[in-house]
């Protein structure tokens, strides 16, 4: 069974960098079938996607958060981070780890990513 | 980016209703269309990939379908576990977007 868990600090004070790691158990972060996200969401607001990191290493960001986000990966602890620097207020979120699964049909045509498996979140507040 | 919207923003169904909430993408995104449900506290989890797949282990009452630019989540026969928040997001082009949501509350 797949599980994923983020850790980090609960509090950062602004203009500081949120720092966060997400463990994966019961998968190989080394498969070629899958890569890994971050997501966030803003208390009683909708989801935000930050960005991904494939097993090379190789990334992509959404562009409105481009110039602060870091994602890397560590296959060999089976881990990926996050990091956020300069926070304010506004990045006071639940920040969810999930992976990214290719999907296809029965007869092996390529359908489609989603997020099929997330973390439970972990709440980051930006305040000082 | 690709926006997406939703309708309704919120409704209100008894059990055993038939449900449709409906996603339109500002472009055309195929059928790269995924819908989550989120339950209080809870992490979203994945109801349907490609517009129309189910997820292993999620009810068969659940359906989706659509094309282009318009889609729609069906809950067949709404049973007590499914009042939840349901999101949908297109994989279509980077960023990734999600709708804002759709609040399924008890009539």
């Known amino acids: 069974q797949v599980q994923l868990q983020e850790s980090g600090p609960g509090l950062v004070k602004p203009s500081q960098t949120l720092s966060l790691i997400c463990s994966v158990s019961g998968d190989s972060m080394s498969r070629a079938s899958s890569y890994w996200s971050w997501i966030r969401q803003p208390a009683g607001k909708g989801l935000e996607w930050i960005g991904r990191?494939?097993?090379?290493?190789?990334?992509n960001y959404n562009p409105s958060l481009k110039s602060r986000v870091t994602i890397s990966v560590d296959t060999s602890k089976n881990q990926f981070s996050l990091k956020l620097r300069s926070v304010t207020a506004a990045d006071t979120a639940v920040y969810y780890c999930?992976?990214?699964?290719?999907?296809?049909?029965?007869?092996?045509?390529?359908?489609?990513?989603?997020?099929?498996?997330w973390g439970q979140g972990t709440i980051v507040t930006v305040s000082s | 980016d690709i926006q997406m919207t939703q309708s309704p923003s919120s409704l209100s169904a008894s059990v055993g209703d038939r449900v449709t909430i409906t996603c339109r993408a500002s472009?055309?995104?195929?059928?790269?269309l995924n819908w989550y449900q989120q339950k209080l506290g809870t992490a979203p989890k994945l109801l349907i990939y490609?517009?129309?797949n189910l997820q292993s282990g999620v009810p068969s009452r659940f359906s989706g379908g659509g094309s282009g630019t318009d889609f729609t989540l069906t809950i067949s026969s709404l049973q007590p576990e499914d009042f939840a928040t349901y999101y949908c997001q297109q994989s279509s082009s980077s960023p990734w977007t999600f709708g804002q949501g759709t609040k399924v509350e008890i009539k």
């Open positions: 472009q055309p995104i195929i059928r790269y």
């Open positions: 999930a992976r990214v699964r290719h999907f296809y049909d029965s007869g092996g045509d390529y359908q489609d990513d989603a997020f099929d498996i």
């Open positions: 490609a517009a129309s």
């Open positions: 990191i494939y097993n090379t290493g190789s990334t």
